[in-house]
């Protein structure tokens, strides 16, 4: 069990962004945030750019435990952490601690979820579902996780029964920043009332998706259509893609969104005429909790090392 007084470092790892936070017990001192996700390290750069982001932390007197979730553990990352198979309890993940140089540091990384079929995976979002289930233990319903690669999942119990992955994030993304519609596209700004008739476009005629991504450059061109109408649409369009494959999960069904407050918002905003009802809770916030209940619950001891 955890000392209330004992520090240790917490670290969300993802594809993108490296996020370390200094715990007191359960209470956050500092925290760092960097854009150094895992698609941009080798395999031996992890150790360095954790010693480096958290360096003001280390003591010499003392080695501080390390607890990670996140892409840090996929076969691309650190190391691979065998995922959990489902259906399985959120509360109960697979551990890895890999080998380091540095003595001031013990690291431990925990598993992901994979789904034999449909066949899906994910990593870091397993964390996030822990932490909300701390306080929501007798939720059974819809869970989706807004963000680069979106998660739909059903739950009971603790566990997790079933999951859909949308890469909604990534292809928006892709599509605003390197195809032939980016310069019709070129601001961040959306307009939530031409969102949300992106969305409509394509819930009634998914068929048209491509056609209707090329009329945001021709609508540029040719009326004056703003920056701000075209990435609105095109966040739309994307958006209802998603929600048209999910609503066996959303539709007329209890649903909370854990993600940030930006993408929240927007799912909220497209959800809530269509779900009995619908709650919203940080991502950062969850996954604090979850990795706060698994250093609280592991037996370090007993943990394997790469």
């Not at 996700?37 to 031996?44: A, D, I, Q, S």
């Not at 649409?233 to 649903?255: M, R, T």
Request: charged share 20%; glycine share 6%; proline share 2%.
């Amino acid at each position: 069990m955890q000392n209330k007084s004992e520090k240790w470092i917490a670290v969300d790892w993802g594809t993108s962004n490296f996020r370390a936070y200094l715990l007191e017990g359960s209470q956050v001192v500092d925290q760092v945030l960097t854009n150094e996700g895992m698609k941009f390290l080798n395999k031996n750069k992890f150790e360095k750019v954790l010693v480096n982001n958290i360096s003001k932390w280390l003591s010499s007197n003392n080695t501080i435990q390390v607890l990670a979730s996140g892409m840090v553990g996929a076969k691309q990352g650190w190391i691979e952490v065998p995922y959990t198979e489902t259906p399985c309890s959120v509360m109960k993940l697979k551990v890895l601690s890999p080998k380091v140089k540095n003595k001031k540091i013990k690291v431990y990384i925990l598993s992901g979820v994979a789904q034999n079929y449909p066949e899906d995976v994910m990593r870091g979002e397993e964390t996030q579902l822990a932490g909300y289930f701390l306080n929501h233990p007798n939720f059974s319903g819809s869970i989706c996780l807004p963000g680069t690669h979106s998660k739909w999942v059903k739950v009971k119990n603790y566990e997790i029964i079933n999951f859909n992955t949308f890469l909604t994030g990534e292809l928006y993304e892709i599509v605003k920043n390197y195809s032939v519609i980016k310069h019709s596209v070129s601001t961040e700004q959306i307009c939530e009332n031409t969102l949300l008739e992106g969305v409509d476009k394509i819930l009634k005629n998914q068929g048209n998706f491509s056609n209707e991504l090329f009329q945001l450059r021709a609508k540029h061109l040719l009326k004056n259509q703003t920056l701000d109408e075209s990435n609105s649409l095109l966040s739309g369009y994307f958006l209802g893609l998603e929600l048209l494959g999910s609503k066996h999960y959303w539709y007329k069904k209890d649903v909370i969104l854990i993600g940030s407050d930006y993408l929240n918002h927007f799912y909220e905003l497209c959800l809530k005429k269509e779900v009995n009802s619908i709650k919203k809770f940080s991502s950062s916030e969850m996954t604090l909790k979850g990795l706060n209940y698994f250093k609280n619950n592991l037996n370090f001891d007993d943990l394997m090392t790469s």
